[in-house]
């Protein structure tokens, strides 16, 4: 919100300190400058008014109020003179008032419609708001002073009385400099026996327009229900000087101050005041207690202190801490609400730093343990690790045939769904950076959303060396003390239960892992195993065994016999020269003793095992 | 034989030795278990004792002698054996795997905080809008739910939103944990935006939470100003400016001295001298009170820290969305 520098200063005798002091003021205490221009003779302060502050803070009176309470100076209210003469009348209704709190009028006769004074023009321009004619002026003039919207109408072009009321289904109002705008039964509108002069608090309309011509006007300064207006401001589209105040919940008090202060700078004699308030807004009553304030501070400001600033900001302090609320100040309702007031007007910057005192340690958390385990030994590994978005869009959902959950209000097409997985986007990513990289290797440990939300570690090599990347998982199972993993044509199991899956597609080899399956079979505590001296007698082995008997079983099963060290297999193979049913293999034996050296004869006593358990033939 | 013979005939011969086979077989043969000097050790047994005297000294001069020059000769070999190496030819860095530089970041932010006892807890995703918005005493109709919902709210089909901010796991540990409870929440929070350099849809955040009989502002202020000076590695000035979420009353901005210009003003920090560095406030009596607590009796600080922008600070990063684009050629610089 734009502030006018000198408009502030009128509000005060002695001279205000400089832009940029009341800036930094207000930085600190208030609402955050945003920057400071110089025009002409005056300044425009940009003031960051807080959201609950903008019911008394939207005008130059609420920021004036502020830098009175902040610089302890007294504030100069501006003087109100009128002439309440004519007898003029016009019947006014509120329809409900929940949605109008307040309607306050006065009729204004033989107007002379011209432009405005310099120093009135000069006023609203610096706040960026257009000229239109003194009547006009007149009302936006108040709105940044006071705070509060004012809107005129052509007196005589009104037929009957006014309403304040829901508009009709199927109405229709055509607005100032705008196209004819449909309405319907949530729309408060300003009405006439004829129809709507206006929308409530957003815009006026056509038929009463203050014109050229205008001899008579009516004067409305009204309070009406923020949220409604609101939420027609938000359907319409419609933001206006009027709807962004009326959306916060001004003072219903106001609307006297207000429309007092428009006649007195019109300076022509008026109607006594209509004025509608059903239910009159009185101070309300917040009990604080001083040690709490201090104790939240974390400092120690004195009673004295503390009543001194809130009598500033305009509370009454009771006995018993008990505070009355102005009713500009709907924001305070509750005591945290007055801590707050002591602590920025106190300042913030004058509450010392404690350390809290230690109560216990942090506990350790085991997902994020084994998740900072797992992404390290990918890393070990030479994967990168990425992050995809959570989103996809129809390609990746056609392409994979996935099942998706749907996102409404999607930011596009291309990210309208959540992941179910991160293949395809470790793909693509891959497939990008192959036109920078020889080889690439990426992994990402993420959130997939199924039925449930659930975390996986992923990845994607960009060749089809599968058994690779075999040779990586075991590493990764192994970093993570996880011993029971076997592998199926495509899937890897713990136990009977599949974890993951390894596939293929456009050349890239890819995994994915159900995390949470992985943490719970992973172990860190390990016992260390006798390292031996003696040395290791290695044996090569070729012969037929049984077609469906599968190499991990073999392996497995050899690796149990006693002194066998480890195994590999480095030859398969099926076809010619072997009978069916069965699948020629070579072995590699690794043999070990911890407590001696093998001689041949125990050698060859293993060796023979190894043949019966395997049901071992030879090769014709 | 005699000694003279035996130390002139073994001069010659490691005189000749060419290789180290040779110089082996040299060693064998004098210093050897069954070598010559062995031999004649064998032969002073038989003799008096005043010739097993004089003899056994000159015995024991000769093999020192031939040790010594068996040893230089070893050294010798050794020293012929270096291998020629030029490391002025060009060759590839090794490659390395590599975390993400938000992983990294935030593994630096989650130390820190547990240095100071805070535990990190996770939070779901995908949230209720209770938890998301009402826990949070941002009720239907309050201004900032309709800000937050109808402008920056990812909505699902079938009910729930996607997180807008971390501090949606609040509630659900105060009800889980007994005071004092002191965690962070880390994690990826949602947010409808049109996205450019500086704005992201799926980005990270770290909530921090403290909640005890006696918490105050001015721990806040400690707490806040420890962290950054660990996580920047240098003194750190904070500021406290008033400021305004619905979940916490007082609600503050944290601001840091710009680490560019060191407050003097500069370009990163818009002339001010001060970089905002996160949100934080007191928590809200409705916020503790939805999380089955006494806000009479227990009080509490909580703050919402990005973990984006102090790494896009930190390595001087000018896009945000680089971090979801998988390019190695940006994620390889970490």
């Known amino acids: 919100m734009i502030f006018s520098y000198n408009y502030l200063q009128s509000f005060f005798k002695e001279p205000l300190p400089k832009p940029e002091k009341i800036a930094e003021i207000l930085t600190m205490h208030s609402f955050e400058n945003e920057y400071i221009e110089k025009r002409e003779n005056d300044y425009i302060l940009s003031v960051d008014v807080l959201p609950d502050r903008a019911g008394d803070c939207f005008s130059h009176t609420g920021i004036a109020r502020e830098l009175s309470v902040l610089l302890n100076r007294k504030i100069i209210y501006p003087k109100v003179k009128i002439k309440e003469t004519l007898k003029d009348k016009l019947p006014i209704k509120i329809e409900n008032s929940s949605d109008c709190l307040r309607y306050t009028a006065s009729i204004i006769k033989n107007v002379k419609i011209e432009e405005s004074p310099k120093w009135i023009k000069e006023k609203l321009e610096i706040c960026g708001i257009n000229s239109i004619n003194n009547i006009v002026d007149v009302t936006n003039y108040i709105m940044l002073e006071t705070g509060q919207p004012m809107h005129a109408f052509d007196y005589d072009k009104i037929v009957g009385g006014i309403t304040v009321r829901r508009a009709k289904k199927g109405e229709k109002i055509l607005l100032l400099k705008e196209k004819e705008q449909l309405l319907d039964e949530n729309i408060l509108v300003i009405a006439d026996d004829e129809g709507p002069l206006a929308i409530a608090g957003i815009k006026g309309g056509k038929k009463a327009e203050i014109t050229k011509e205008t001899k008579n006007i009516i004067l409305e300064s009204a309070n009406f229900n923020s949220k409604l207006i609101s939420q027609t401001a938000r359907k319409l589209n419609i933001r206006t000087d009027a709807s962004i105040r009326f959306e916060q919940n001004i003072d219903p008090n106001l609307t006297i101050n207000a429309i007092e202060r428009t006649l007195s700078l019109i300076s022509l004699p008026s109607s006594s005041k209509i004025d509608l308030y059903p239910k009159k807004l009185k101070p309300w009553k917040v009990k604080v207690s001083i040690k709490d304030i201090n104790d939240t501070l974390g400092i120690i400001v004195s009673e004295k202190e503390i009543i001194g600033i809130l009598t500033r900001l305009g509370f009454v302090v009771n006995k018993n801490m008990t505070i009355e609320v102005p009713t500009r100040r709907q924001d305070i309702t509750i005591p945290e609400n007055i801590t707050e007031e002591i602590g920025r007007i106190y300042g913030y910057d004058k509450i010392p730093l404690t350390l809290p005192s230690f109560s216990k340690p942090a506990q350790i958390n085991y997902d994020i343990f084994w998740q900072n385990k797992a992404k390290d030994t990918m890393k070990e590994l030479q994967y990168s690790e990425v992050f995809g978005y959570s989103f996809i869009g129809d390609q990746e959902k056609e392409e994979f045939n996935l099942s998706v959950r749907e996102i409404i209000n999607p930011t596009s097409s291309y990210y309208k769904y959540l992941r179910p997985t991160t293949i395809p986007q470790l793909i693509n990513f891959t497939k990008e950076n192959l036109k920078y990289f020889n080889k690439v290797k990426i992994f990402e440990l993420g959130k997939v959303f199924g039925k449930e939300e659930r975390i996986v570690l992923s990845g994607a090599v960009s060749n089809s060396d599968y058994l690779g990347v075999k040779s990586d998982i075991l590493a990764l199972f192994n970093s993570l003390g996880i011993n029971k993993v076997s592998f199926t044509k495509e899937e890897i199991k713990i136990g009977k239960d599949i974890i993951g899956k390894v596939g293929i597609k456009s050349g890239i080899t890819f995994f994915e892992f159900d995390f949470e399956k992985i943490q719970k079979n992973a172990i860190d505590n390990r016992e260390y195993k006798h390292v031996s001296y003696h040395p290791i007698a290695t044996r090569d082995i070729s012969g037929l065994v049984d077609d469906d008997l599968e190499i991990e079983k073999i392996i497995s099963k050899i690796e149990k016999i006693d002194l066998v060290k480890s195994v590999e297999v480095f030859d398969v193979f099926k076809g010619k020269n072997v009978p069916s049913g069965k699948k020629s293999i070579s072995l590699r034996v690794n043999l070990q003793s911890k407590e001696r050296t093998l001689d041949g004869q125990t050698i060859d006593r293993i060796i023979n095992k190894i043949k019966e358990t395997i049901n071992w033939e030879e090769r014709k | ?334």
């Open chain 2, 1 to 334: 034989m005699d000694i003279e013979n035996i130390k002139k005939e073994a001069l010659e011969k490691i005189e000749n030795i060419k290789d180290k086979n040779d110089l082996d077989l040299f060693r064998r043969d004098y210093l050897g278990k069954r070598g010559k000097i062995r031999d004649l050790f064998s032969l002073v047994k038989d003799l008096s004792i005043e010739e097993k005297k004089t003899l056994g000294q000159k015995i024991n001069q000769l093999a020192q002698e031939i040790e010594e020059i068996f040893l230089l000769k070893e050294k010798g070999f050794k020293k012929e054996k270096k291998e020629e190496i030029d490391l002025t030819l060009p060759v590839k860095m090794t490659e390395l795997g590599n975390l993400h530089p938000i992983t990294q970041v935030r593994r630096e932010m989650e130390r820190i905080f547990q240095l100071m006892g805070f535990s990190i807890v996770e939070g779901p995703e995908i949230e209720n809008e209770w938890y998301n918005f009402d826990a949070l005493n941002i009720p239907e109709g309050h201004p900032a739910r309709d800000a937050l919902s109808l402008g920056k709210t990812f909505y699902l089909k079938g009910g729930n939103v996607l997180r807008t901010q971390t501090s949606s796991a609040q509630v659900r540990y105060m009800k889980k944990i007994k005071p004092p409870i002191k965690i962070i929440v880390p994690g990826r929070v949602y947010r409808y935006e049109t996205t450019d350099a500086s704005h992201e849809t799926n980005f990270f955040q770290l909530e921090g939470l403290f909640i005890d009989e006696n918490v105050s502002v001015a721990n806040l202020k400690a707490v806040l100003k420890k962290f950054l000076e660990e996580f920047f590695k240098r003194e750190v000035e904070i500021r406290l400016r008033p400021s305004y979420f619905p979940f916490t009353e007082p609600s503050f901005e944290v601001d840091m001295v710009c680490t560019v210009c060191n407050g003097k003003g500069c370009s990163s920090c818009k002339k001010t001298g001060w970089v905002e560095i996160l949100g934080s406030g007191m928590v809200h009596p409705n916020v503790i009170k939805n999380g089955g607590l006494d806000p009479k009796k227990y009080k509490g600080f909580a703050f919402g820290l990005s973990i984006d922008r102090p790494t896009m600070m930190k390595y001087k990063i000018n896009d945000i969305r680089l971090f979801h684009s998988g390019n190695l050629n940006f994620l390889k610089q970490f």
